[in-house]
Structures are given as C-alpha cells and as structure tokens.
C-alpha cells in the first residue's frame, strides 16, 4: 500500500505549514528517513524526512502553498504499487485552489444579492469578471483589472490571479507613488489600525522583486508591531573587558578539552545576564495588556544570523547553568541553526534576547523588542581604547551594551541598575563561578 507524505504538526498550536520545496524530484528513490522536503512555520524553516524507503510519486505541494497539518502531499511506492485513485484524479493543492475559487464565487453571490451590483464592469469596451476579493485589491493596488488574466469561468478573475500578476508585472507598471497597508502586505491583523506608508519611488531602473513570505514576513510583522506599540528606551555604556579576556584565556581551554567546544564571549555574556536577571526580575517579564507577567525561569534568547534572516534560538533556564553547561547549549543551539534543524521548540518561549553584533565589527547598536519580552541587550565590538585609571590612561578592551527595554514594564531607574551590574560582573566575571 503506497505510503502517505503528509504536512506534519511541529507543535500544539500549528495549523497549516507553508510548502517550501522538495529535495527530490518525482520519480526518485529516497530511503526511511532521508530529508525529502521543506516546510516554513510561523517560526522557522523544517526538514521534513521520508516516513519510508521507496520511490516518490505523486507529489502535490509546490512552493508556498499553505497546507494543513496531516494533508497529504505526496507518496512513497514500493515496486508494483501505484497511486490512488483519489491522487491520480486531483491533487490536494488543487483542491485547496478549487476551494478558495469556491469561496471568492460565494462571497461574490452574496455581494450581488446583497446590493445588487452587477459583477460585470466596463474598462473602455470590454467586460471584466471579477470576484468582490479580487477587484478590492486591483483597486488597493492601483491595477487595471482588465489586464489581468483570469483562471476562472470564462476569464473571472480570482484575487489569486491579481496576486499572481502583481508579483510577475514588469518594471514598467511600478507607480510614482505608492500607497499600501503594511497589515495587508504582512498578512496580519495589528491590535490598533496601523496608518498608511505613502511614499514617493524613486526614479530608477528596477533590479527586481522578492515577496515577503516566510522568516523575512514573520520578523516584519513582530518588529512592525514592537517598533509601533512599544515605547522603547535605550540606555548604553561601556565595559572594561580584560577580566573576561582573561577568564576566556584561562577558563576556556579547559572547557574545550573537555566538550569540544570553545568558549565565546556571547557565552560569557549570555551566562551573566542569565544570572544576574534573577536580581532585576522586572527585566525577565512579560507585558500583557493589563498585567504585568514575572517569570521565574530565564528562557534567553540569541539572535543568530542566517544569512537571509534572523532565528532566535533560546537557552532553556539559562539560570541554573554554569559558564560550561552555557557553552555546550548555545553552541549546539547555533549549530543546529545554521543546518537549518531548530525545532520550535528551541525558538519559543525566551523571556530576554542577547544580540550580538560585535563579531561583524559594529561597534554599538540599538535593537527591536522581541515581544512579549520587556527587554533586549545589543553587544557591540570589543576593541582597544584609552581610558583613565586612576590618574594616568590606559588601553583597555572596551565593549559598548545598549539596553532597550519596554517603558511600560521598565523604568529607566530599574534599567539603568540592571546595567550597572551587568558591567560589574563582567568586570569581575570570577564572582559567577
């Protein structure tokens, strides 16, 4: 009996998987657990493996369709097996497609029947079939529907055909002026109506185009929202970094020899704040409209670079860890990233983010809330400074922390006491061990 490839849920509250690509082509031979396809959550990219050894058919699912959890997409056949009837006579995305075109004709009939506008409009001499949905966003995004090209019964034109077309249309047809809804291009719906973007293009030659979706839409949409909602503040200062040079060349060794792992200064970091949180716990919270949420726990979260976007993978309880058992997580987080593995599981639920820059040679900067979190700490560069010691001056490695934390949850009083610890720590880092 031919095995099902299904859309799996990676957890509780997933609903529908966004298709990314196959790893192997129709026909070929794949074995038990080899990577067959990629699936995008609303947290991060997923490799799927084969649920068992044969050859692929029937493969369904193509590039950012939206699929449910447990649909099939595909199958594995041993020798002398075929497809089934139902996959060999229609596939689940059209199916979806067939549904969607289903529902635009429905709301369609209800809008004529509701106020008796014709579906029929004249652009010049021609006739232009057009859903409710698909001629309120050709009017949004200042399309001539005629020009449009319709999948429907006799040329209608679904709101996935004007998609279709706005993301294909050439250079020439970019507006001098353009008027869109961030909610409406991000696909979600803010808790307060967000104003218009009006802004003049400029007059250029355009290179291309690339759609907002996956990773690159889910951080527009929450830093859109932090950036709007949340009354930031930032405060920063510079730390004297020679005791943690010094802890890193002693300490760090040992470390290595017995994990295998070497000990960054993201570790060093990461391990203080995780420790130090517990004293400032207005730091380590959550703002939820009308309450304010202190947790126990310290879920830190790392913002790691992926080269097209930003994941934050989350050392769990970084507060009952030692500087070693620190290092062992973080790095086996940050590899596993890199290859694309994370769970979700290992993305969610931090309650402060550590983003460091300093690697790439910036030497400060501010950062965005991760909501719901009150607070994020952005590191700068480590880097050879003059600074007074006592009445003569020195060179010192200096490295600039910037806090950003939520006005609503923090004030700058209780910010600026978690930061002045935060340097005296790191400044005498051996009191941590």
Do not use: C
């Amino acid at each position: 009996m031919a095995t099902p490839i299904i859309m799996p849920k990676v957890d509780m509250v997933m609903e529908k998987g966004i298709f990314m690509e196959w790893l192997k082509k129709e026909g070929q031979a794949v074995q038990k657990g080899e990577t067959i396809y990629v699936m995008m959550t609303d947290k991060a990219s997923i490799e799927v493996e084969a649920p068992a050894s044969g050859i692929l058919a029937g493969l369904s699912a193509r590039p950012d369709d939206q699929i449910p959890v447990s649909q099939v997409v595909g199958y594995i056949l041993q020798p002398g097996e075929s497809l089934p009837e139902a996959a060999r006579q229609s596939s689940p995305a059209a199916i979806t497609a067939d549904m969607q075109a289903n529902t635009e004709l429905a709301e369609e009939v209800k809008s004529l029947v509701g106020n008796g506008d014709s579906a029929l409009k004249k652009n010049g001499d021609k006739l232009v079939r057009a859903t409710p949905l698909a001629r309120n966003l050709a009017r949004e995004m200042k399309l001539d529907l005629a020009s449009i090209p319709g999948s429907g019964p006799r040329g209608r034109v679904y709101r996935r055909d004007v998609e279709r077309y706005l993301h294909a249309r050439p250079p020439k047809q970019v507006e001098t002026m353009s008027e869109v809804q961030p909610a409406q291009v991000l696909g979600f719906t803010p808790s307060r109506q967000m104003p218009k973007l009006i802004a003049a293009l400029p007059a250029a030659r355009e290179r291309g185009r690339v759609v907002l979706k996956g990773p690159r839409a889910i951080i527009a949409q929450r830093l859109t929202y932090s950036a709007a909602a949340i009354p930031h503040i930032h405060l920063s200062l510079y730390v004297d970094m020679s005791e943690a040079v010094q802890l890193r060349e002693k300490v760090g060794p040992a470390i290595e020899k017995r994990t295998g792992q070497r000990v960054s200064f993201t570790a060093i970091i990461a391990h203080s704040v995780a420790h130090l949180l517990g004293q400032h716990p207005v730091l380590n919270s959550s703002f939820l409209g009308e309450e304010i949420v202190y947790w126990e726990d310290v879920h830190l979260g790392i913002a790691t670079n992926m080269d097209e976007y930003l994941v934050v993978p989350v050392i769990r309880e970084a507060q009952r860890k030692n500087l070693e058992e620190t290092v062992v997580e973080l790095n086996r987080l940050v590899e596993r990233a890199h290859s694309k593995k994370l769970q979700p599981s290992e993305m969610t639920g931090s309650t402060f983010t550590i983003s460091n820059l300093g690697m790439m040679g910036i030497e400060s900067f501010t950062a965005i809330i991760n909501p719901p979190e009150a607070a994020i700490l952005a590191v700068g560069k480590i880097q050879d400074a003059a600074v007074p010691v006592g009445k003569e001056l020195a060179i010192r490695p200096m490295m600039a922390l910037t806090l950003a934390v939520d006005h609503r949850v923090v004030d700058g009083a209780q910010a600026a006491k978690f930061l002045a610890g935060l340097k005296e720590v790191l400044e005498n880092p051996y009191l941590l061990i």
